[in-house]
């Protein structure tokens, strides 16, 4: 927390954006023993999934698809014909259900909660519908659909201007110091999450915004 921060100076939070991995999900046990799988060869997995994540971040700001990258990267890799296995292992996806219950009480009382995270269109598709964030969230704030990536100071503007709220009156929270940098860079409220203390930490966090559920 930087030295100049100053909680009793903090303006009334109506909106909290949520990253999504490392914050309220996390890969699912079976992700890697699946990637190694699909690699064919467990030594070349760690090579697999460079390629794979080479060729997803352009499609986190929308630029090109993901299905189509991903098939040339297995086309390279001579396993062509696992594009739909590939596309499950991306979305191997554990859900903390106590951090959404937290989440679910803050909107009840009356709080605007968002989802603020970089995914290509599949993933987000499949997080909104079969993870039921569509339901959970007031809004769903996907890179690949606002043309913009974390850090970019951009992707947190264009989040504001829909929300049509001031960047005080905003909490961000998120997993990776770059990205919490980025947003209070841009005005707003801005905390590191460590998934691993959970939704009491999440709780304290809340508590030091003097936000109730």
Avoid at 85 to 92: C, D, K, N, P, S
Wanted: proline content about 3%; charged content about 20%; hydrophobic content about 45%.
């Amino acid at each position: 927390m930087p030295s100049s921060y100053n909680l009793s100076k903090v303006a009334a939070i109506s909106a909290i954006l949520f990253v999504a991995d490392g914050v309220i999900q996390v890969p699912s046990a079976a992700w890697r023993p699946a990637l190694l799988a699909l690699a064919q060869d467990a030594k070349h997995a760690d090579e697999l999934l460079a390629d794979i994540f080479a060729v997803e971040k352009p499609c986190l700001t929308g630029e090109q698809d993901f299905e189509t990258e991903l098939a040339d990267v297995l086309l390279r890799w001579n396993c062509a014909r696992n594009v739909k296995q590939a596309l499950r292992i991306w979305t191997m996806i554990d859900k903390d259900d106590q951090i959404l219950n937290v989440i679910e009480r803050l909107r009840a009382r009356g709080t605007h909660v968002a989802l603020a995270t970089n995914q290509q269109a599949h993933r987000a598709g499949f997080m909104s519908e079969a993870l039921g964030y569509a339901k959970l969230f007031d809004d769903l704030f996907y890179s690949c659909e606002l043309g913009y990536a974390k850090p970019d100071p951009k992707y947190f503007q264009v989040m504001l201007d829909r929300l049509g709220l001031a960047g005080e009156n905003v909490l961000f929270i998120d997993d990776h110091q770059s990205n919490v940098s980025a947003a209070m860079s841009a005005g707003l409220h801005a905390r590191v999450f460590n998934q691993n203390c959970g939704a009491v930490e999440l709780l304290g966090l809340l508590q030091e915004y003097h936000l109730r559920i």
